[in-house]
């Protein structure tokens, strides 16, 4: 069977920029920049982590360029959203996100859609039953 290690999953979750489109978005949420401009710091930010050899965003190195470019630094919820990863999966609310939500969300639709091709499929099943008796009979 599975076995989960959640502690395990915590720590690889904040590694290897996991947090990097989220900080995209927030610097277009947030800062004012459009999402490809964030896009674009948040490239700067990933290429400075891997020249000090960190393994994930840091954010001396993302107020280090946020400054550099004339932007507000992080406040403390900003830091807070970004440190979290489950708080970063909880922020994404758009249709389709990988949030709890919105995957919550997209289960209850495909259940409907089964049980109501299920449905067509009973029906379907009944009625070459009903034929094969049929044929059957002569």
């Known amino acids: 069977s599975l076995q989960v290690n959640t502690g395990k999953m915590k720590e690889l979750a904040s590694q290897n920029f996991l947090n990097a489109v989220e900080v995209a978005d927030l610097l277009a949420r947030e800062k004012g920049l459009s999402f490809r401009?964030?896009?674009k710091l948040t490239g700067l930010m990933v290429k400075?982590?891997?020249e000090k050899n960190l393994a994930a965003l840091n954010q001396d190195v993302i107020n280090q360029i946020l400054e550099e470019q004339g932007l507000p630094i992080l406040t403390e919820q900003e830091k807070s959203m970004l440190e979290n990863p489950l708080t970063i999966i909880n922020n994404r609310t758009t249709q389709g996100a990988a949030s709890i939500s919105q995957i919550t969300a997209n289960i209850k639709s495909l259940s409907v859609?089964?049980?109501?091709?299920?449905?067509?499929?009973?029906?379907n099943r009944c009625q070459v039953e009903k034929a094969r008796r049929q044929v059957n009979s002569f």
Do not use: P, R, V, W
């Open 37 to 39: 401009e964030g896009y």
């Open 48 to 50: 400075a982590c891997h």
């Open 113 to 123: 859609k089964l049980d109501s091709i299920n449905e067509t499929f009973q029906k």
